[in-house]
């Protein structure tokens, strides 16, 4: 199994995974540079499993707490004016609105990300255990290149009024025990 690691930004590493030698692959925020990147990834390194690291907001699932991406749905995909159900693409006929991963971390918790480009502070439209800002794009990539899509998040607040604080101050500790699973596993 040839894995490559994509995460968003280098604050959601802290540099730890560079300093143990792992090759981190860094998209940008929000889905169309997850898009872009995800493509160039699978492109340049061939890999077989796209691994997705990074934090996400979750007013299911208590902070500090490291979840297994399940299900991804878009969470800011809102064409309902013209008949659409939130979350669904129009005329995008070959993937549904929600994309299936396979689990692998049978000892995380599962659980459904709601990816948009926007930072989280209040209810998505769209029922969802967590959100982000990226692992939809990727796993759309994924499916569509016929690669494996593994994504786990660290949450690291509430999608709540402090979230922009709570997720800053926990990045370290994210990292860290983002680091210690890949390394537990890969």
Same mark, same amino acid.
């Given at each position: 199994? @040839?894995? +490559?690691?994509?995460?968003?930004?280098?604050?959601? /590493?802290?540099?730890? #995974?560079?300093?143990? *030698?792992?090759?981190?692959?860094?998209? &940008?925020? *929000?889905?169309?540079?997850?898009?872009?990147?995800? %493509?160039?990834?699978?492109?340049?390194? &061939?890999?077989?499993?796209? =691994?997705?690291?990074? /934090?996400?907001?979750?007013?299911?699932?208590?902070?500090?707490?490291?979840?297994?991406?399940?299900?991804?749905?878009?969470?800011?995909?809102?064409?309902?004016?013209?008949? %659409? +159900?939130?979350?669904?693409?129009?005329?995008? !006929?070959? #993937?549904?609105?929600?994309?299936?991963?396979?689990? #692998?971390?049978?000892?995380?918790?599962? *659980?459904?990300?709601?990816?948009?480009? /926007? #930072?989280?502070? *209040?209810?998505?439209?769209?029922?969802?255990? =967590?959100?982000?800002?990226?692992?939809?794009?990727?796993?759309?990539?994924?499916?569509? $290149? &016929?690669?494996?899509?593994?994504?786990? @998040?660290?949450?690291?607040? &509430?999608?709540?009024?402090?979230?922009? =604080?709570?997720?800053?101050?926990?990045? =370290?500790?994210?990292? !860290?025990?983002? $680091?210690? $699973?890949? !390394?537990?596993?890969?």
């Amino acid at each position: 199994m @040839k894995v +490559a690691l994509i995460m968003a930004i280098p604050d959601e /590493s802290k540099g730890l #995974f560079e300093q143990a *030698g792992i090759r981190v692959h860094y998209s &940008g925020i *929000g889905k169309i540079n997850a898009a872009f990147s995800a %493509f160039d990834v699978i492109q340049k390194t &061939g890999c077989d499993v796209l =691994l997705n690291l990074g /934090s996400a907001g979750s007013a299911t699932f208590d902070a500090h707490t490291l979840v297994e991406v399940s299900q991804v749905v878009q969470r800011d995909m809102d064409v309902s004016p013209l008949g %659409f +159900a939130i979350g669904t693409t129009p005329l995008d !006929q070959d #993937f549904p609105a929600a994309i299936e991963l396979e689990p #692998f971390f049978s000892e995380l918790p599962k *659980g459904i990300c709601g990816t948009g480009d /926007s #930072f989280e502070t *209040g209810v998505p439209k769209l029922t969802c255990d =967590l959100v982000d800002m990226e692992a939809y794009a990727i796993a759309k990539v994924c499916k569509k $290149l &016929g690669v494996r899509c593994i994504s786990v @998040k660290y949450i690291s607040d &509430g999608a709540n009024d402090t979230a922009h =604080l709570d997720w800053e101050a926990n990045l =370290l500790l994210g990292a !860290q025990k983002l $680091l210690a $699973l890949y !390394q537990r596993h890969f």
